[in-house]
């Protein structure tokens, strides 16, 4: 099973720009993740909506226009879909759908940014604080869980290009980085770093104010995470930093279910 996530920074932006629809059905994923959309389903042409014949699930802001949203592409039909993370007054901002096929769990997820105001980085430690009880309901139950998105933190030091400078940053803050140290005690493996464990210089994005892709100064904010006893079916993970169309690029991972 191949899935690929992407934060495009506006769907309809994207897909303006030459080339990403074709990239996307030339890697042919099972499902293919989007963050920050940016839109609703009401406003997206049909070749967006069911593009090589993926079913598509959105969900968007409820308090925002034009701001936040996810999409999953899926070739099969699930048993059920979930819209947010089970808290209302976080789920506002259409950032995580999750689609359920037997014992299979797969959740994409738009993490807030944080920056700003006081309180946006108390959000985002809220929303991190409920996703965390959200999948574990998920693998108490015994199911299986990918989770992958723009997760809007980096881990360690390796994980972005200027580490010292960015000790006091939002993305790069104790509080932010512990929350993955919580996942990984519990089970959970960033797939990337499961398979190159000391790589270094591969980020997920970079600032376009600053040109800073230009010298890949950037960030690996964007993950595929796996529940506890999936890691040793990860057939591959790559990080496409090539490929442009966003200040993020498209990760993907194949694993074996």
């Known amino acids: 099973m191949k ?78 879909i979930i819209y947010g993370i089970g808290a209302e007054d976080l789920d506002q901002e259409g950032r995580a759908v999750t689609l359920v096929y037997g014992d299979f769990v797969l959740i994409n997820c738009y993490f807030p940014n944080g920056g700003g105001a006081k309180e946006r980085l108390e959000y985002k430690l809220k929303y991190y604080d409920q996703f965390f009880k959200f999948i574990q309901k998920f693998t108490k139950a015994g199911k299986k869980v990918v989770f992958g998105g723009d997760v809007n933190v980096a881990h360690t030091e390796i994980d972005l290009a200027r580490p010292k400078e960015n000790v006091k940053s939002v993305g790069f803050l104790p509080e932010e980085r512990a929350w993955i140290d919580k996942l990984i005690k519990n089970g959970w493996t960033d797939t990337f770093r499961f398979k190159y464990p000391n790589v270094v210089d591969k980020y997920t994005f970079w600032d376009m104010k600053t040109r800073s892709r230009d010298r890949n100064v950037g960030w690996r904010i964007d993950y595929f995470f796996v529940s506890n006893g999936l890691e040793n079916n990860i057939k591959s993970v790559d990080i496409f930093d090539k490929v442009t169309g966003s200040d993020h690029c498209p990760i993907s991972l194949e694993i074996n279910l």
């Not at 309809?12 to 993740?33: C, E, I, S, T, Y």
């Open 3 to 80: 899935l690929i996530s992407w934060n495009v920074n506006g769907i309809r932006a994207w897909h303006k720009k030459d080339g990403m629809l074709d990239w996307v059905k030339k890697q042919n994923p099972d499902f293919f993740m989007i963050q920050e959309t940016k839109a609703e389903a009401e406003q997206l042409s049909e070749d967006l909506l069911g593009f090589n014949n993926y079913f598509s699930y959105f969900d968007h802001s409820r308090k925002r226009k034009g701001y936040s949203g996810v999409a999953i592409y899926a070739k099969h039909e699930p048993d059920e």
